[in-house]
């Protein structure tokens, strides 16, 4: 697939990435690097490109992707994927 799941809810088929902001290229705090600067903006787009392809690919397959950014708040991040767990279960 890509990569792996940091939290997998399996009846629900709910999967979490908690992602850095630095490493999958945050829209809000996403920084380019001036030292070796093609090195880091091919690797971090191809990070990105590679998250995008593992949720299609769990999409595909019945299953909801969650980003969680390292800046978001992690009461406000769990409660976003516990109402979602919550929908997808009937709950």
Do not use: Y
């Not at 998250?51 to 009461?75: F, I, K, M, P, Y």
């Amino acid at each position: 697939m890509g990569r792996e799941a940091d939290v997998l809810f399996g009846p629900a088929r709910v999967a979490v990435f908690v992602d850095g902001c630095f490493w999958h290229g945050c829209p809000e705090h996403a920084t380019w690097p001036r030292n070796n600067a093609v090195f880091w903006r091919e690797k971090i787009e191809k990070d990105r490109a590679r998250d995008s392809d593992t949720d299609a690919r769990l999409a595909e397959a019945g299953w909801a992707s969650v980003q969680v950014w390292e800046h978001e708040n992690a009461a406000e991040a769990a409660e976003r994927i516990v109402a979602l767990v919550r929908e997808r279960r009937g709950a």
